[in-house]
């Protein structure tokens, strides 16, 4: 793939909904469920998600066709917009965006993992405890690409790097009785990102 083929883009100081970067993740059709597995595992995938609103999704949409369509002109193989990849509507009009990288590469080759961060520029290195709920930066890159299940082209999103600036305590709830504000964060990520996963083949 060239590398003009990705558009390094970023999302500062949201929360993340589902944080999955401490070892990929590969549905189970048996159990219909996701489960964590070894990083040579051929569906295996880390990933992150949060949430745009209605008029974010929107923008973020036309971003991508827009991507797509301009790239599709100098690539005759890509074939007509299908979906976005990673781009789930929720019932109260927001969208969930997930952006994922694979953990082998088509070629069989292992692909780095994530690279996470936390307010100090520090390597997070028990990733197994970070929340969903946790706020954050991310970098990612879209790119066309096409599904692997029914070869539809379409955007896919990949992850580039992630910071960490307030963890969330878990599924824990106190009910609103203790008044807590957030240690103030130093945002140490530099930006337009340089960390996107450019090399990184089927992010899906």
């Known amino acids: 793939m060239a590398s003009e083929d990705f558009k390094n883009m970023h999302v500062k100081n949201t929360v993340f909904q589902y944080i999955n970067l401490a070892a990929p993740r590969a549905f189970d059709m048996a159990e219909n469920t996701s489960k964590t597995v070894e990083p040579t595992h051929p569906q295996g995938k880390w990933s992150i998600s949060w ?51 694979k953990s082998m590469s088509q070629s069989g080759k292992q692909n780095k993992p994530v690279n996470v961060i936390d307010e100090f520029g520090k390597a997070i290195t028990d990733l197994d405890a970070v929340w969903g ?23 896919s999103i990949g992850i580039g790097k992630v910071q960490i600036l307030e963890r969330s305590e878990g599924g824990g709830d106190d009910g609103g009785v203790f008044d807590i504000q957030p240690a103030p964060a130093t945002d140490v990520f530099g930006l337009p990102a340089t960390d996107a996963p450019q090399e990184i083949e089927d992010e899906i």
């Open 51 to 101: 949430i745009l609103s209605a008029e974010e999704a929107d923008q973020f949409q036309a971003e991508c066709k827009d991507h797509f369509e301009a790239r599709r002109k100098e690539n005759p193989k890509i074939s007509e917009f299908g979906a976005i990849h990673g781009f789930k509507e929720r019932d109260d009009g927001t969208v969930m965006v997930t952006a994922s990288r």
């Open 133 to 155: 709920g946790s706020k954050g930066t991310a970098t990612f890159s879209i790119y066309p690409a096409p599904n692997p299940s029914s070869g539809k082209w379409g955007i």
